[in-house]
Every structure is written in structure tokens, then in C-alpha cells.
């Protein structure tokens, strides 16, 4: 059996041959859209994403913890996503200087205002962390690498548009598949469920979906997608699957948004219609599963009224603009205030939740924000925090020391846009990475990504509290990176898709 620890070039070459068939066979690429050109490669239509030669060091207790209580997380989103009264000062604060916060939050009030005609909700979260502690010593010798003594932090919690599960899932397949070669040990490789989740939890939302009574049409769930997306392979094998079930559920795609002014309208009953391009009958969406939407420059005024469409139709959202905004960085931060988790789930639920945070602290006039400020304005204290804005998709943080330069840059005025979170200080293990630009052999941090698939529904009055219909946790992500780059997206190049070796 080969060594993991010191790959030869011989062994190397051999394991890449193998790998680099698995990802053309399997769809682990990245599409080269039409028109933008790959100068090298001028008639390449998709290159392989990056990805582990080697499954990476993980602690299997970890790993276990972290699927264990995505139960619980996604019920606490849920809980969230339906107390607006909790949310709206959070989410009007910093509306008054954050463009986005304010744009989405000025949909949900016209949704509110008119009433949901909807009250099922469906959400593919993902629950994202990294170990903290543990050995840091760049200088030690692979085998002495270890995440001995390390524990699960949470990274962030995702509500929105959240990728990674299809490329995660067939990655370790992919090592599952070299580990029958007995190249790895195969028993440390778990087994991946995250097509299936997503898929099952979607599949779930659509036969819940109820039409007008008089309704005879076809009914499809609706996937909005950014234009000229790269990142077709962790999308359309969903679509994919949903054709492949003993009853097919059929998928369309819609790009966010001109595309949904275009083809999309509403019927008498709300009904959200889709006019597909070939022609033929509308279809009636029973569920709006959101690929594109979260990035802030998307909401130009078609922006906004594609959205307010989706959000007041009918269909079953996944998500809904409220589970959208539970998912900003503002939110996570409020949710580490003393007592709040409390206020959504029982004290042992919180408690146990309440391990895996990071400290948080807003950047305003409060007594937090005060200490906050104190951090920023301390150069040593401040290596050891980042900055975040309420945005997603990667590339937004400011690290440590850049941190004050950063804000410096901005009114201060502003400055309640971001939050403050301690660095997770991930323990180095040993592994091995190929991206299209390079190979990276020695000390690697790993994120974990629990996707938890559910759909609930909202009881009139709340006081009656929520219906928990489905609550699935049985898929993941795990993205590996070398320890100096900060960010952790794959797509933009930062990290790539690998699975845990346990122990
Ligand atoms: P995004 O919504 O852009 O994904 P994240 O909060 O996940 O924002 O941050 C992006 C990446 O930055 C993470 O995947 C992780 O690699 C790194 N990161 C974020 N927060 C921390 C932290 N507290 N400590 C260490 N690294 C972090
Ligand atoms: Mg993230």
C-alpha cells in the first residue's frame, strides 16, 4: 500500500491518472461558459475542479458531533425565520447602511403587507466549520501533524443558495472508489448522502405543494441560476436526479433576473407560472429552489421585482426571504448575545449549540461594539479576528491586521455593515491538494459543511408554534485549503472539494 504521508512521483502520477478519469467521467469540472476565452485552451469547455489527491485527517468524534446536531440547527433556523418580530429592528438597524439588508427586508414587507399565500417552507441549509486548537506547528514532520486536542467551530450557518454537496458527494465517491483499489482505507471514508438529501428534501416541497382547486396544470420546481455560471456541475445533477425518481419531478432553470420577468408571471391565485423555452403549455411552479439571488449587485430594480414575484406567489420557497436573511452574518453574531438562543430553543438544545461558537461582537455604539472598537484599535488584539459584511459567495472578509486599514476607508458611519468574529485557529494536518494553477503538499486546513434538508410549516398564530414536516441532516461538504489562503470557495480557486479520512 502506498504511503500517504510521502507521495513518489511515480505513485503521484498513477493516483492523478485515476483521479483525472473519475472527474471527466463524473462532472467534477468547472464549465468555461461561451465566450470567456481560456487562452491556453481555446476550445476547452470545462476543466477539472480542484480537488484532494488524498483524503484529509479528520477526527471521527468531530464529524459525528457535527452531523448530530444539524437536527438541532436547522430547527433553530426554522424557529428564526418565522419571528420577524425578533428580526425587524436587527434587520432595520442595518438596513440604514446596508443597501442589501434594506432591499430585502423592503420585499418582505410588501409580502407581509399583502399576506403569504404560502405556509410551507423548504430550506437546504448548510452548517459550516472548522476544528479549533490543536497543533499549529508549521515546521513539524507530516506524520507529526495532528488535530489532537482540537474542537468543532462554527465557520457560519448558511440558509441560502447553498452549493458544494453535488462536487462534495462525488469527491468521495471518487476516494471511496480509490479506497477499493487499496490505495486508502476505506472504512475511514464515510459515505456521502448530499445528492440524495437535496434531492429527497426538494422532492419532499414539491408533493407538499397544494394547487388551486381548480388547477389542472403540470406542476415543476423552478431553479433561479446566475448567468454564465461555471459551477453548472453542482447544480445540474440535481435537476437530474429529479428526473431519475420512480416519479420524475421535472426541474427548469431560470436565470436571476431578467430571465424570470421574461417567462415567469402570476395566475389568479397567485400561482407562479413558468413559460419554458421550447415552448408549450405554462407550467405551475411548486417550488422555488434559489441558485442565484444572493449577491448583492443582482438586485437592480429587475432584481427586486423578480424577487417580490417569487416571494409572493404561491410556491413553496426554498427559502423564504426571512430564512434568506437568518442567514446573514449580522444574525449569526446576535444569535452569541447571552439568552437569545434561548429564546428559540430549550436551554440543553442551546447549550450544546452554544459550544461550537466563535466570540462575535458588532461593530456599532453598544457596550459590544465599544469592546469591538477597543479590538480594532489594539494591533496585536486584532491579528486574531476577521471582518465580515452580510454577504455571501466568498472574497468579502477583511483578515487582522488590514482590518483598521480597511475601515479607515469608510465612514465610520458605516462601520455597523460588518461584525467582528474571533479567528478559528484550525489545527494543521497533513494533506495533499491539485488545482488547475498548482500542487500543494504539507500542512492543509479543512471546513466542514453539514446540509441539513428540511421543510416546515407555519401554524396561524405562531403562538402555536411551528410543523416540522422534515428535518434531515445526511450530506456534506468538506473543502480543504493550505493554511495561508484565507478564503475557502472552489470556485473562485481558494480550496478544493475532499472528504475526511476519520479516526
Ligand atoms: P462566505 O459567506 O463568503 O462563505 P465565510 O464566513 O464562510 O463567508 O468566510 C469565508 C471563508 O473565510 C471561510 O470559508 C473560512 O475559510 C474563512 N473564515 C471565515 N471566518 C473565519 C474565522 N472566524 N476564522 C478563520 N477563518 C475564517
Ligand atoms: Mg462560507
Known amino acids: 500500500m502506498a504511503s500517504f504521508t510521502y507521495l513518489s512521483e511515480d505513485y503521484l502520477e498513477k493516483i492523478l491518472s485515476e483521479l483525472e478519469d473519475y472527474q471527466i467521467s463524473h462532472g467534477s469540472l468547472l464549465k468555461i461558459p461561451r465566450g470567456w476565452t481560456d487562452s491556453e485552451l481555446p476550445m476547452a469547455i470545462a476543466r477539472p475542479i480542484g480537488i484532494s489527491i488524498i483524503p484529509t485527517p479528520f477526527p471521527r468524534q468531530q464529524f459525528e458531533h457535527a452531523l448530530n446536531i444539524q437536527a438541532l440547527f436547522n430547527e433553530l433556523y426554522m424557529n428564526i425565520a418565522e419571528d420577524d418580530l425578533w428580526f425587524q429592528p436587527i434587520v432595520q438597524n442595518l438596513g440604514e447602511v ?8 423592503s420585499i418582505w414587507e410588501r409580502v407581509r403587507d399583502e399576506g403569504e399565500l404560502q405556509q410551507i417552507r423548504c430550506g437546504i441549509f448548510r ?9 499549529q506547528d508549521r515546521s513539524a514532520a507530516p506524520t507529526q501533524l495532528t488535530w489532537a486536542g482540537s474542537e468543532l467551530r462554527q465557520v457560519e450557518f448558511n440558509t441560502y443558495s447553498c452549493a458544494g454537496g453535488v462536487h462534495s458527494n462525488i469527491v468521495t465517491n471518487m476516494h471511496r472508489y480509490i479506497a477499493s483499489k487499496g490505495i486508502h482505507k476505506a472504512a475511514r471514508v464515510p459515505t456521502n448522502n448530499a445528492i440524495r438529501s437535496i434531492v429527497e428534501g426538494l422532492v419532499c416541497a414539491h408533493r407538499a405543494y397544494d394547487p388551486p382547486a381548480n388547477s389542472t396544470r403540470q406542476t415543476a420546481i423552478l431553479m433561479t441560476v446566475q448567468p454564465n455560471n461555471a459551477n453548472i456541475c453542482d447544480e445540474r445533477p440535481i435537476e437530474y436526479a429529479l428526473s431519475e425518481c420512480e416519479t420524475p419531478v421535472s426541474l427548469y432553470r431560470v436565470e436571476f433576473s431578467g430571465e424570470i420577468l421574461q417567462r415567469c408571471n402570476l395566475g389568479p391565485n397567485r400561482e407562479l407560472l413558468f413559460h419554458p423555452s421550447f415552448g408549450g403549455e405554462a407550467v ?5 429552489y434559489q441558485r442565484a439571488g444572493y449577491d448583492s449587485h443582482e438586485y437592480d430594480q429587475h432584481g427586486i421585482e423578480a424577487r417580490y414575484m417569487l416571494e409572493r406567489s404561491r410556491a413553496i420557497k426554498c427559502p423564504t426571504i426571512l430564512s434568506h436573511i437568518a ?17 428559540f430553543l430549550s436551554p440543553s438544545a442551546a447549550r450544546i449549540l452554544r459550544q461550537t461558537f466563535m466570540l462575535h461582537y458588532p461593530v456599532d455604539e453598544s457596550e459590544m461594539g465599544i469592546r469591538a472598537q477597543d479590538i480594532i484599535s489594539d494591533e496585536q488584539a486584532i491579528e486574531n479576528y476577521v471582518l465580515k459584511p452580510s454577504l455571501e459567495g466568498g472574497g468579502h472578509n477583511v483578515y487582522g491586521k488590514d482590518i483598521p486599514i480597511f475601515l479607515g ?11 467582528l468574529m474571533e479567528m478559528i485557529n484550525p489545527p494543521l494536518v497533513h494533506g495533499v491538494l491539485i488545482s488547475p494553477i498548482d500542487t500543494h503538499m504539507g500542512p492543509v486546513v479543512s471546513e466542514l459543511g453539514v446540509i441539513g434538508a428540511c421543510l416546515w410549516q407555519r401554524n396561524e398564530p405562531l403562538k402555536k408554534g411551528l410543523s416540522i414536516i422534515r428535518n434531515d441532516a445526511s450530506g456534506w461538504t468538506f473543502k480543504t485549503k493550505p493554511p495561508d489562503v484565507q478564503e475557502m470557495s472552489v470556485v473562485k480557486g481558494y480550496g478544493c472539494f475532499d472528504c475526511p479520512s476519520l479516526s
Open 127 to 135: 452548517s459550516d466549520y472548522m476544528l479549533h486548537g490543536g497543533s
Open 409 to 419: 476607508t469608510i465612514p465610520r458611519s458605516q462601520w455597523s455593515r460588518f461584525i
Open 327 to 343: 442567514g446573514f452574518k449580522k444574525i449569526q453574531q446576535e444569535l452569541t448575545a447571552p439568552g437569545v438562543l434561548e429564546r
Open 284 to 288: 405551475e411552479i411548486s417550488v422555488i
Open 98 to 105: 446596508d443597501e442589501f439588508a434594506s432591499k430585502l427586508w
